[in-house]
């Protein structure tokens, strides 16, 4: 166990600052995934039997405010069912900025050592190339595993809303 936190603390300091913020915003992007699916799988079902055991109960549901009241109850649950998918693709598109910083401040650690050692030493550049390509594959990772994520939330919650439309049927006047 103590081998996996050196070998990830080594990995850190391999990429250079811009890492571990990379790290920090895959993380807290990946907790808000997880709690959207969370909500969907268990909170979202409870909400929506409720609403449509509320609406099923209505005696009237023909007029212009039935319809209203309708739309209410679906604007809700839409609303909540789309909760924190905005902040997740905003850490999704942030992702791949934060790996160009990473990818700057590393060349400039290139640049640093090749005008004191005048270019020769590629050793010493090494450290500096490093941490400029490390930052930038991980921000394209979380990235992409962020906007699969993302868009499985997002065709998730218009599925839910057309199923939530369907499960509240307005009942029309006819004659």
């Known amino acids: 166990m103590i081998e996996i936190f050196e070998s990830i603390r080594d990995f850190t300091e391999t990429g250079g600052q811009v ?29 929506k039997k409720s609403v449509v055991a509320q ?5 009237e549901r023909t007029s212009w405010n039935a319809e209203q009241i ?9 609303m909540k069912l ?9 850490l999704v598109a942030l992702c791949p900025l934060l790996g160009l910083m990473g990818t700057v401040t590393g060349m400039i650690e290139v640049f640093d ?3 004191i050692t005048g270019g020769g030493d590629a050793r010493s550049m090494a450290s500096g190339v490093s941490k400029a390509t490390i930052p930038t594959m991980a921000g394209m990772v979380g990235a992409l595993s962020g906007v699969f994520a993302s868009a499985w939330l997002m065709r998730t919650s218009k599925a839910e809303r057309t199923h939530l439309e369907e499960a509240l049927p307005l009942v029309r006047n006819i004659g």
Do not use: D
């Open 113 to 115: 050592v090749m005008a």
């Open 55 to 59: 609406w099923m109960s209505r005696k």
């Open 19 to 47: 890492l571990l913020v990379i790290g920090l915003l895959i993380f807290v992007m990946w907790l808000l995934i997880l709690e959207r699916v969370m909500y969907i799988q268990i909170t979202h079902k409870q909400l």
């Open 70 to 78: 309708r739309q209410a109850y679906i604007s809700r649950l839409s």
């Open 82 to 90: 789309n909760g924190s998918i905005p902040i997740i693709q905003a």
